[in-house]
């Protein structure tokens, strides 16, 4: 059997913390800080659940005394509950406790109470158990009881807190040796637990201990052992700070929240100590963000009439102009003076992600919740809080189904207030249409909820204006100044708007170039780099991927080699840390370059690599990056310097809004004094360049239309699925209120708003995804539409409208005879089918991949639709006559691309027998993983298909883990299922749509 990829063995032992903290009979469990690591985002950092060791200068050894003395069980026990009253210390407790500060109010409380156990670290496993406690509380009282014990507390917060473990411990250098973590840990598991013994060995996957162990023999000594080794952590602990100012202040904060709350009801102009918010709100962007003042743009933005009206507002400044800091104010307004909860929308995981970690701090601070919808992360619909406030934050996708969510469940008016950032996202594709339809819905189901939209790059502000009945607010400022340059071979000239043709002159690059150097650098890039590294931080965006990992070789190649000198040891754990995320195998590339500093950084990498290399350039242990258009948007990587190697992406010349986000990463405030950006332009390109610095920004237009399947039918399904416009006359008034109703006047003449959307619904009826008379005599704009079986599969399952027949009828086709010796068949039906257009088959590898099939699966193929002579006369370029459906040759092969993949569960290794690239098979198996748990849903909806539910909840999983069936059971046990299909893989989508979304640098990018 082959060896598991790593993810497995994270993942399986994730989730039996999962499974354990849910157990009734280990209430302690549930909720330690160990089970809390499990949930922890990125599980994968998770470390090994590992018993505590037994060395000997590990105080919390001997924590299994704890459980055998009933009478110190019964105290922790008092605690607990005497946490568990004061709730509103408790949290903020915790967050104190784990922000270094060993002594809250119920610190001490606890110490009096329990001398024996004045241990630090133990104080702190039991103030994270009343936290946990406290956060079950919280919870609606309507909801399941399984539903609430651990997985319901955040897991941004869980890890923010986790975080903050690892810190203050490490602080506690005298009376905490680093290990101790664990140790604490496993006491927990070993309060909840009778059998647990510190002495046992480590035991994979499973750290429970049986009863009656030796542990059991050992008790006694055990507890002389803790509270000798206690009292020595005592002595050797420093005296912990006297908190009662903190006490004090805590007293202020909820008196200054009161007084904020009640200002805000009566809109008085009197409005707090600091916009109406606790004055520790000011100390905390102190503390956090190293903010001591507002910009003064940021003061007026904040204090305009419109928002104490609470209308609704786009702004738009410049990119570093300090936009979030308003947007947060706002949401901190919202969650803690309105308590109602708060959705911010981003546009990528990787900055949702960012931005939980940035704001978990001020939750734990602040007492609301971060709940993170991105990636494997979110529920649907959310948990009711009777206590606390949310604040939701999702990416484009995550965000409409939370919106779909609420409004089914009848809770969208909880919603007080939903921020967009990027909003000329918009305008962006079939993610522009998703943001669309979130906005509408909103707008037309809660009349109280309002909408904050901001962007450094807005041109048709009025259109926007008008679908979002919103305010406006501009303003130039940008704290640190971009200089924009553009170079026309040596020559630099600065973008000017007063010049007469939009360019002065500055200065002639002055670098010596030999003669093999000019050839191989002909645009001189290496003297651009080479003005600013290694000192300074440098983006180079290159049009492709491949030009991107040309220009990293090239600039190392001739770099001078004492580039390579500093921060080697740092550089090299970096070429350590990926060849072991390869499983051994390291990119040629990387390892040449990373020495000197330098890295790309392009959709070709595994996700793995590219967060590990994202670190080491925030870090400086990387100075140069050469990467694609996707790192302007996706992450926040700023720069001294940020070249851009040519005015193209792929083969499309620079759009305006392109090029303002990728040269807006340049000189961002706080880390940077100053900014520049060099477009390299040919002599021949000078014209389009110079209209392209000098052009307005593009206008926004609604994406609803062009995105049809994925825009307005899709729309018109949601809407009638939802019950939110069920007649003719109720969709067209909701329409009128998006965006495309808004540009209507842009609509063709001979197609009004209202032809539109009878010709959907036609479609949609004809198609059988809705029901309902739309002519003949009985019809009229009130006859109400409702939802058909396939309809309610294709909408649960998210299947694109565009391919729900087509998957309808292979799914049907495959009821006539499945093979079922492997999983092939079953693959082929899982494979997305927007990933089938960007592939090109290399017809050798399909042959040899084809001919190393059993006959059974050589079936597949042929029942299909892909005839073996057609692949062996492709192979041996001879002509074919037969018609054979692309698109289904395509499918096919990829479907080998995952059975090799689920085989032999090496990326590496299935990408060079492919000759595709590590990134593209890795976003082929993700968004396989994501799209058969859809047809799963899919499915489930469908009666005839009850078949499939079984093998697709099989497949799925076997898709979602990457590994052989045999491994399934193993991870079952450790609870993989209930948190595979509820929330995983659904989840996944949208990674991979992000994937998908990259560049498409290359042409046929398989
Ligand atoms: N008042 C302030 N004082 C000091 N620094 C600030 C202030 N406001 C914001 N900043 C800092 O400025 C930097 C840029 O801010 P922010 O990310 O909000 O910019 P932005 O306007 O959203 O830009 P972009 O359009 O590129 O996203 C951040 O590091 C932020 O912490
Ligand atoms: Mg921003």
Known sequence: MAEPGPAVRRRSRSASARKRSRAPTQPCAAASPLARKRLSPGGEEAPAESPCNNDSEDMFGGHDSFYEDDSLLAQIDDMEQANLQDKHM???????????????????????????????????????????????????????????????????????????????????????????????????????????????????????????????????????????????????????????????????????????????????DDIGPFYGLPSKVKDLLKQFRGIEALYEWQHDCLTL??????????????????????????????????????LMILPYVAIVQEKVWGLSSFGVELGFLVEEYAGSKGRFPPIKRRMKSSLYIATIEKGHALVNSLIEAGRIDHLGLVVVDELHMLGEGSRGATLEMTLAKI????????????????????????????????????????????????????????????????????????????????????????????????????????????????????LNKELSAPKEKEKQELIKNLRTIGNGSICPVLKHTIPFGIAYHHSGLTNDERKIIEEAYSAGVLCLLACTATLAAGVNLPARRVILRAPYVAREFLKKNQYKQMIGRAGR??????????????????????????????????SLLPELTKGVQSLLLSLVGLKIAVTLEEIYSFMCHTLLGVQQHLLPKEKSLLDIIK???????????????????????????????????????????????????????????????????????????????????????????????????????????????????????????????????????????????????NVWSVSEKFNMSRGYVQSLLTSAASFASCVLRFCEELEEFWVYKALLTELTKQLTYCVKTELIPLMEVAGVLEMLLSEKAEALQEEVDELLRMPTDIPGAC
Request: glycine share 4%.
């Open 759 to 905: 010709e959907g619904v036609e479609n949609l009826i004809e198609n059988g995804l809705l029901k309902g008379k739309m002519s003949g005599k009985d019809h009229n704009s009130q006859s109400i539409l409702t939802i058909t079986q396939l309809g309610k599969a294709t909408y649960k399952g998210s299947i694109d409208l565009a391919y729900c027949s087509a998957l309808y009828r292979e799914l049907k086709k495959g009821l006539e005879g499945l093979v079922l010796e492997s999983n092939l068949h079953l693959l082929y039906l899982t494979i997305p089918y927007d990933m089938i257009y960007s592939c090109n088959p290399d017809w050798m590898i399909y042959l040899r991949q084809f001919n190393q099939l059993s006959a059974a699966e050589q079936k597949v193929a042929d029942i299909v639709g892909v005839p073996e002579s057609f692949i062996t006369k492709k192979a041996s370029g001879q002509a074919i006559r037969k018609n054979v459906d692309s698109a289904i040759v395509n499918r096919l092969y990829l479907s080998f691309v995952l059975y090799t993949l689920l085989r032999e569960t």
């Open 669 to 702: 405030a706080g880390i940077d004094n100053a900014g520049e950006s060099i477009l390299i332009v040919q002599e021949k390109e000078k014209q389009l360049v110079r209209d392209l610095v000098n052009s307005p920004l593009e206008n926004c237009y609604s």
């Open 443 to 558: 707008l037309y189901t809660s009349k109280n909820t309002q909408i904050i939209g901001m962007s450094a790059t807005l041109n048709n502000v009025g259109d926007l204006q008008k679908f979002l009945q919103a305010d406006y607010y501009t303003n130039n400022f940008r704290p640190v100044e971009l200089k924009e340059y553009i170079k026309i071979r040596d020559t630099i000239y600065e973008v000017d708007s007063k010049a007469e043709n939009g360019f002065s002159f500055s200065r002639v690059l002055s670098f010596k170039y030999s003669s093999d150097l000019e050839k191989a650098d002909p645009d001189h890039v290496i003297a651009l780099v080479t003005e600013v590294i290694p000192k300074y931080s440098c983006l180079i965006f290159c049009p492709t991927k491949q030009n991107c990992e040309n220009v990293a070789s090239m600039v190392c190649k001739y």
């Open 90 to 268: 408790d949290i903020k407790a915790a967050g104190e406790f784990t922000l270094g500060n060993p002594q809250s109010g119920i610190d001490r409380r606890k110490q009096s109470d329990f001398s024996a156990s004045e241990n630090a670290a133990v104080h702190k496993v039991e103030k994270a158990d009343s936290s946990q406690m406290t956060e079950n509380d919280l919870v609606d009282s309507n909801e399941e009881p399984g539903d609430f014990i651990l997985d319901d507390l955040p897991s941004s917060q869980l890890l923010y807190l986790d975080k903050m473990d690892e810190l203050s411990s490490a602080s506690r250098k005298s009376a905490v040796t680093a290990r101790s973590n664990n140790c604490v840990n496993s006491c927990l598991g070993k309060i909840s637990s009778p059998s647990f013994c510190h002495d046992a060995e480590p035991r994979e996957g499973n750290t429970e201990v049986p009863t009656g162990s030796k542990c059991d023999s050992s008790k006694i000594e055990s507890l002389k052992d803790h509270l000798k080794s206690a009292m020595t952590g005592n002595a050797k602990a420093q005296t912990p700070l006297v908190s009662k100012t903190k006490q004090l202040k805590d007293a202020v904060l909820s008196e200054e929240i009161c007084v904020a709350r009640k200002a805000i009801e009566s809109s008085s």
């Open 305 to 342: 009439k419109s928002l104490q009206q609470r209308k609704n507002l786009i702004y738009s400044l410049p990119t570093s102009g300090g936009k979030t800091l308003v947007a947060e104010v706002l949401i901190l307004q919202e969650l803690l003076c309105r308590q109602k909860d708060v």
